[in-house]
């Protein structure tokens, strides 16, 4: 060393000699390890000589030393005198320690080196300022007393169990020496507690020694020892921080800290696999433990027997190595029992299971010193971060920039501070981690368990706080661990890693994986037996209290440190989940676990000790979400993400099977969104999309619970008192109700039913204040489908009706269509008809409601429109709703019609009955209401429409006879097929549209399509009429009726008062028609411009409403042609199909005719009446089925007309007193009328025939009599009665319009008597005797009436052709060929006879007298005739004794006389006149000669025999005729009497004389008669001058 001088070279030196003893030291580490031991602390000396002042190294160059080891003198020279002693008297006791002489002690030679250690120890211990204050002593602290630890130590370093011990001297020899060891240790502790900072390299030696000396190979009494020093150094935790500052964060240095922290994990791992050596049995306890005591091992290790009893000795246990635990220091202090032995010479023996109580100790010490010092100090950090953010936002600006520089400074310190936090954690986690389990599952102890549980408890907390995942979570996966039972399949806890574990997708089926401690024998009492959780469970699993205290320290951690968790809660949370499966945890409302039954599998078995717990575990798990409050939004995150994957995964167990599933993660879902109502909105979409997932799951209990959860948590959000209210947050609210909304997405009906449960629910509580929310919840109503079950309709039509009754008035207006919506919808479901025919109630009950509230629903509705379009404006789109240009209240009205209008076309008949009356009643009430505009839309989109599709379906419906209506319900006859049935609903729409148009007509008139309107209307009533369905046709000629008597609209002069609802003027609605409506072409069959031309010009101009309204009724007169020539026209073909008209059909459509033409009568013409007739013909001809008839005639005895027949005779009435009344040019039209009747009066003899139809004719059925007829016969009934009327009507037309000319020209009354020839031909052959009776009663009042007009117009030849058929009448009537009946009365023959006579004398008063003005041809058949019935008049069917009445003596005797009367008339004027005469007496006198001839002929050939009656008869006639006409001749001007006649008169006398032989005493008498006159003729003849003269 003298050799050198330079620093230099002493450098190079120094550096030399370290890499010497380095290449030592690597060479000697296998095989010599004590040289390699003195290499490197002689490395550490040099560095320590290195690492002094350079100007001490001079020193020391300078100055050779005088004294050996004080090489400092310079420095001692600075000492003061006092100092300067206390240095060399510590100098010298380390001399002694080290067995060297003293230098300043002169005269010592010799000192114990336990007391020399003693001593030395005291003076550090009680002076360590002077160390720390004074560089000198800081040196000797470093040059001295360190090395001589070091030297010391070397036996220990080197000594291995096992090696000889027998030697006890004090000498130094290669063996441990309890005294010095424990001692030095001590020495140890001192150096390193108070003079670290001076010390640090020598302190790594140090420690790496300690840690050495619990290396499995050193004596018993040396590890204790050095785990008691340990347990001294664990007890600081700022100690402890300091060495992983020094050695653990530098790059190349020894990891001391952790190496102490693996140290500690390894010798107590090595505690339980070496058994340990000395005496087990007996160990004497010093220091505060049990002093005295006796531990005894017995044969079953940790019982004790103390009378008779046995108690648990706390202990821990693994494979068979049973350690107990004693109690050595209180918590927090590191009192040691042999490092104060320091009256012990020989090594003591160590108690089982000290060394193991002291490190367990260590590690409990540890843990508590770190988390509590980094907590604090973590703490620390962010009060003063929060004070200087405080402090920043309130400084002013003139001091921000010093604020600025400590805040920069603050976080460099921060980030130093948390780098130390970080590595202590990261160096100790791992050993802590490995110990801390092994000793968990050895422990059987509870109160050991508890701190060990807590110990990793805080460390999984701090690494939380610290942000260290992967330590964090390996602390929890061990607690978890623990709660389970031994190898629990549960695969989130086969990695200790979070980062594997984030992203390995893990599932609960995983196969089963070993602890980290693989003991399963497991010495804890049993508490639980219940079910794994599992797909396929496997037997049963068991847990041990101790499985339940790591679930509380579990259940700990998640509730007090939930904030730091982050994805461990996957963790946690799945472990509960198990935990709660095995032991049989049920979720209960809002969440909570109860106490359950497993449902499969053998029951949970619970000893009571365990029962007890339960509630308390509940509760505490009930009470750990609820702390979720105060978790921030991050750490909520966490749980909720955390909660879900385990639901996740709950939901793939439970597929494919209908097993209980384990519904842990939505109940607790559950909990925690109720807890944390007050900012909902950051978790509700999560959180809800999750429990919809759920609630579409195939397991049902699983959805049932999903579904409970959410609808919960809709029902807890929209009743918690948010900040703002709802009311003002309609966002959120719209946020909490869409989860009720998307719930309508999913089929399961019992999802469905507990939506619908919540929201009536929602109604009864909230129902008020939905607001905006109110289309969501309708929505949900409205969603629910046609094939979703009849509960589920049910309960979502309560929740309408509720709307309905309840809440109309609250929600906002726009919401009022959504729900006609809605209730229409049920209105169409199938299900179940109550519901609805009950929507439809609804319907009604909702337009009520618009009505009352119309006003308000209108100006809010306005506003909101105005609201819109403003917006669509500024988007640039079209506003687009349902018929838009109406007003907004309109369109409600509108959407409302439209609904019913669907409804009135269900298929059901009961719906669309009832949707019908509703509709058609709600526009009757309610229809004031809306704009005049809008009645167009109603009227065509609304109705017609309707109509339309009604009319579509009725004639498409099917024909198939519907046996009942569901049930036993019988169905009438009327209503057994859907054609039936519709045909209802057709005549119901009909008669509502009908009484619309009717009723609302000053409404719908002013339109500008009021006509095209009309027209559809007519075409669907023609239609209808014309349907083969008796009712429909019927219902439709009613609606035709209804709408017929509409009053045409009154003018200003007399209008009544403007309807209140309609806001336009009755003047303009009726003004607004004058400027298009005579532009506008009519097109008609018959056009108005033709009709008008027809009347007088003199009329005035006609109002344009008037000619509007005109042709609306000439349309309506060509539908009812149209209608009556269809319905009337017969089929080609007959089959039982046929369809014929009914009665009351073909009434109805006839009586409608008065009605109409007192609307078109103006411009009725021929051609109309024409198209009449045809139809009032057809309509009569149509036969009545037989099953029909007796409801057709009233119950009356005598003969009536059918209504028919009087509405049809009504018709021609009208008609024939419109014309009476009428213009000039009107009556030609009475010969078609009198046609018309003709026609009719002829079915008195002939019926009508309908088409090929084959009737049965009754001429006149009494309503007794219809029995008689056979069923499902066609009948033609009443037809003479008809006649007969008929014909009473004609005679009295006659009678008036005899004299018109139309009646003159077109020979009406030629007409009548050719109608009149049949029925009197047939006379006894008529099919009603009163009908020839009257045909001649009719005829004589029609000739008296008629004959003088004939004769007036005499000269014109318009009766011309008329005398013939006349003169053939009376020939067919007086002379008829017809037979009278067999039992025609004597009574009955002389009424008919007299009415013969009668006929007679209408001859000889209103025929003969006017000769002159009568045809002659005419004059000579009526004479023929009289002479005919004069003479030949019986009839030869009589009874002998009849024949004086029967031969018509009256009637042979009234045609002779007026033979006579004319024959010998006295006033001749005309040569014509004495010419008919003439003729009549030679007939007569001619016939009278031949009937006697005959006679007298006959008398004589018949000898005896008396002669037929009738030929007596007949001579009697003749001879009586004689004697009248002699009688006639005398009366007579003799001038007037020809020549001729008195020949043939005097010729008859012989034929007289003959017949006096006859024996006939009538003929005698009657001859005599015949005789007397002839006296007149015995006169004497004169002379031949005389009677030239004459």
């Not at 220990?156 to 001297?169: D, E, M």
């Not at 320290?553 to 440190?561: E, G, P, Q, W």
């Amino acid at each position: 060393m003298s050799s050198t001088n330079s620093p230099e070279a002493v450098k190079k030196l120094l550096e030399n000699m370290q890499g010497d003893l380095r290449a030592l030291s690597l060479e000697c580490k296998k095989k010599f390890p004590p040289v390699k031991e003195a290499a490197e602390s002689g490395i550490i000396k040099v560095k320590t000589i290195a690492a002094r002042n350079t100007e001490i190294l001079a020193d020391i160059i300078e100055q050779p030393a005088l004294v050996q080891a004080n090489s400092n003198r310079r420095s001692v020279s600075t000492l003061k005198p006092c100092a300067k002693d206390a240095y060399m008297l510590f100098q010298d006791l380390c001399q002694l320690v080290n067995a060297d002489a003293p230098y300043w002690l002169v005269g010592m030679t010799e000192m114990t080196r336990t007391f020399g250690l003693e001593l030395l120890e005291s003076v550090l211990n009680d002076f360590p300022q002077v160390f720390l204050q004074h560089q000198e002593f800081s040196f000797l602290l470093k040059e001295r007393v360190c090395p001589l630890v070091i030297k010391l130590f070397s036996p220990n370093i080197k000594f291995r169990q096992g090696s000889n011990t027998s030697s006890s001297s004090p000498a130094p020899v290669e063996k441990p020496y309890f005294p010095i060891c424990m001692r030095l240790l001590r020495v140890v502790s001192v150096l390193i507690k108070q003079f670290y900072s001076l010390l640090v390299t020598e302190c790594e030696i140090f420690l790496s020694l300690l840690v050495k000396f619990l290396d499995a190979d050193k004596p018993q009494w040396l590890r204790a020892v050095a785990v008691e020093s340990i347990h001294r150094l664990c007890v600081q935790p700022q100690l402890l921080r300091s060495f992983c500052q020094s050695y653990d964060m530098k790059q190349h240095s020894t990891k001391v800290f952790r190496d102490i922290v693996n140290a500690l994990g390894s010798f107590i791992q090595s505690l339980f696999l070496v058994p340990p050596t000395g005496n087990p049995a007996t160990a004497n306890q010093a220091g505060n433990n049990n002093a005295g005591a006796t531990v005894s091992a017995p044969a079953n290790p940790g019982m004790l027997g103390i009378g008779g009893g046995v108690t648990l000795l706390p202990a821990f246990e693994y494979r068979g190595t049973w350690i107990p635990i004693l109690t050595i220091t209180v918590q927090g202090s590191a009192k040691a029992t042999y490092l104060e032995m320091l009256d012990k010479v020989e090594p003591p023996t160590i108690p089982e299971g000290y060394a193991m109580s002291v490190a367990f100790h260590c590690l409990l010490d540890l843990v508590r010193g770190i988390t509590s010092m980094i907590e604090g100090e973590l703490g620390e950090t962010e009060m003063e971060c929060q004070t200087s953010s405080e402090a920043a936002s309130s400084t002013t600006q003139s001091s921000e920039q010093q604020e600025l520089q400590s805040t920069a400074d603050e976080m460099d310190k921060e980030i130093v501070n948390r780098a130390v936090w970080e590595e202590m954690v990261n160096a100790c986690w791992c050993g802590l981690l490995a110990a801390l389990s092994l000793l968990l599952d050895a422990s059987t102890d509870e109160a050991a368990t508890e701190n060990i549980l807590k110990a990793e408890l805080t460390m999984a907390a701090l690494c939380g706080r610290l942000g260290l995942v992967t330590s964090r979570d390996a602390f929890i996966t061990a607690i978890c661990k623990g709660s389970l039972p031994p190898h629990y399949a549960l695969t989130v806890l086969n990695t200790t890693t979070a980062a594997t574990l984030s992203n390995k997708s893990y599932s609960i089926q995983g196969q089963s994986v070993m602890m980290i401690s693989p003991s399963s024998e497991s010495h804890q009492q049993v508490v639980a037996v219940g079910q794994p959780l599992a797909v396929q469970p496997q037997g049963t699993v068991m847990l041990t209290s101790k499985n339940i205290q790591c679930m509380r320290t579990l259940l700990n951690l998640a509730h007090c440190h939930g904030a730091v968790l982050g994805t461990s809660w996957q963790l946690v949370l799945a472990t509960l989940q198990h935990l709660v499966w095995i032991l049989g945890l049920k979720p209960s409302s809002g969440g909570a676990l109860k106490p359950g039954r497993a449902v499969e599998g053998p029951s949970t078995v619970l000893t009571t000790a365990v029962m007890t717990d339960l509630p308390v575990i509940s509760n505490i798990l009930s009470r750990l979400f609820e702390s979720s409050q105060y978790l921030d939004d991050v750490s909520l995150h966490h749980l909720i993400n955390a909660l879900c994957s385990l639901s996740v995964e709950a939901m793939d167990m439970a597929y494919g099977n209908n097993k209980e599933p384990s519904l842990f993660a939505v109940a607790k879902l559950l909990e925690t969104g109720l807890v944390n109502m007050h900012r909902i909105e950051i978790l509700w979409r999560p959180l809800t999309g999750h429990l919809l997932e759920v609630c579409q799951h195939p397991n049902s209990r699983m959805r049932e619970w999903g579904a409970e959860a959410l609808t919960s948590l809709i029902k807890a959000g929209l009743t918690f008192n948010h900040d703002p209210p709802l009311s003002q947050n309609q966002r959120l609210q719209l946020l909490l109700l869409n989860p009720l909304k998307e719930m309508s997405n999913i089929n399961h009906p019992d999802i469905r039913l507990k939506q619908l449960e919540c929201v009536l629910q929602i109604l009864q509580s909230q129902g008020d204040s939905l607001g905006p929310g109110w289309p969501l919840v309708l929505g949900v109503m409205g969603a629910i489908r046609n094939d979703q079950g009849e509960s589920l309709i049910r309960t979502a039509f309560q929740c309408l009706q509720l709307v309905v009754t309840d809440f109309l008035p609250t929600m906002p207006c726009t919401c009022l269509q959504i729900v006609v919506d809605v209730a229409g919808s049920f209105g169409l479901h199938n299900q179940e008809l109550n519901i609805s025919l009950t929507s439809i109630g609804l319907l009604w009950n909702i337009s009520d409601y618009f009505f009352q509230r119309g006003e308000i629903i209108e100006k809010e509705l306005n506003k909101e429109e105005a609201a819109q379009q403003k917006q669509a404006e500024e988007k640039g789109v079209v506003l687009n709703r349902p018929f838009h240009p109406a007003p907004p209240f309109d369109c409600l009205w509108l959407c409302l019609y439209a609904k019913l209008g669907e409804l009135c076309v269900d298929p059901r008949p009961a719906v669309r009955k009832s949707a019908g009356q509703t509709l058609f009643s709600t526009i009757g009430a309610h229809g004031t209401l809306l704009q005049h505009s809008t009645w167009h839309t109603v009227i065509w989109k609304v109705l017609f429409h309707l109509l339309d599709r009604v009319r579509e379906s009725s004639t498409t419906a099917d024909k198939e006879k519907i046996e009942s209506g569901g049930g036993n319900i019988l169905i009438h006859h009327s209503r057994d097929t859907a054609e039936k049935q519709w045909a209802e609903t057709w005549v119901l729409t009909l008669a509502g549209v009908a009484r619309i148009f009717n009723t609302r007509r000053y409404l719908l008139q002013p339109l500008g399509d009021f006509s095209r309107a009309w027209d559809v209307l007519l075409d669907h009533i023609q239609s209808a009429a014309l349907s083969k369905n008796n009712e429909v046709s019927l219902a439709a000629l009613k609606s035709f009726q209804e709408i017929l008597q509409i009053v045409s609209p009154v003018r200003d002069s007399d209008k009544p008062e403007t309807p209140p609802a309609v806001n336009v003027p009755v003047s303009v609605l009726l003004g607004s028609i004058s400027g298009p409506g005579l532009s506008r072409p009519f097109v008609r069959t018959d056009s108005i411009g033709e009709r008008l031309g027809r009347y007088s010009s003199s009329e005035p101009p006609v109002v344009t409403d008037e000619l509007e309204d005109l042709n609306l009724w000439w349309a309506a007169w060509n539908t009812w042609y149209r209608i009556g020539s269809e319905s009337t026209k017969p089929p080609i073909t007959f089959d039982k199909l046929t369809f014929i008209p009914s009665q009351p059909f073909l009434t109805a459509l006839i009586q409608i005719y008065p009605a109409l033409y007192q609307h078109i009568k103006t411009g009725f013409n021929m051609d109309d009446l024409q198209k009449l007739g045809v139809i009032l013909h057809s309509a009569v001809s149509v036969p009545i089925s037989s099953d029909a008839s007796p409801f057709i005639l009233p119950s009356y005895t005598e003969a009536v007309l059918t209504s028919l027949q009087e509405a049809v005779l009504t018709a021609l009435d009208v008609l024939q007193k419109a014309i009476c009344v009428g213009p000039e040019n009107m009556q030609i039209m009475y010969p078609a009328i009198f046609d018309q009747l003709l026609a009719f009066v002829e079915f008195s003899c002939k019926p009508p025939q309908y088409g090929q139809l084959e009737t049965k004719h009754i001429a006149n059925a009494k309503y007794n009599q219809i029995q008689l007829f056979a069923p499902a016969e066609w009948v033609a009934l009443n037809y003479v009665p008809f006649a007969e009327r008929s014909l009473e009507v004609v005679v009295d037309l006659y009678q008036k319009t005899a004299c018109h000319k139309a009646v003159v020209n077109e020979k009406v009354l030629q007409n009548i008597i050719k109608t009149l020839r049949v029925p009197l031909s047939l006379k006894y052959s008529c099919p009603s005797e009163s009908t020839w009776k009257l045909a001649v009663s009719s005829l004589l009042k029609v000739l008296s009436i008629g004959l003088p007009v004939a004769r007036q117009h005499a000269s014109s030849g318009k009766f011309d052709s008329m005398w013939p058929e006349l003169a053939n009448t009376f020939e067919d009537f007086l002379f008829t060929k017809s037979i009278p009946p067999d039992n025609l009365s004597i009574q009955e023959f002389q009424r008919n006879e007299s009415i013969d006579v009668e006929v007679v004398q209408l001859i000889s008063t209103e025929i003969l007298p006017y000769a002159n003005f009568i045809p002659k041809e005419f004059v000579g058949q009526i004479m023929t005739m009289l002479n005919k019935g004069s003479i030949h008049s019986q009839s030869s069917s009589f009874t002998e004794a009849e024949i004086d009445i029967r031969l018509r003596e009256e009637f042979s005797k009234m045609c002779f006389e007026t033979l006579l009367q004319f024959s010998f008339s006295n006033k001749v004027t005309t040569p014509q006149e004495g010419y008919i005469s003439r003729m009549a007496l030679s007939v007569l006198l001619k016939r009278s000669q031949d009937v006697l001839h005959r006679y007298i002929e006959d008398e004589r050939l018949s000898g005896k025999c008396p002669l037929p009656r009738q030929q007596v008869t007949e001579i009697i006639f003749v001879l009586k005729a004689v004697s009248t006409l002699i009688d006639s001749l005398k009366k007579t001007q003799p001038e007037n009497v020809d020549g001729n006649t008195w020949a043939q008169v005097i010729a008859l006398y012989p034929t007289l004389v003959e017949c006096i032989t006859c024996s006939s005493s009538e003929v005698c008498s009657a001859l005599k008669e015949a005789l007397v006159p002839f006296k007149d003729f015995m006169q004497p003849p004169a002379s031949k001058v005389q009677n030239g003269e004459s």
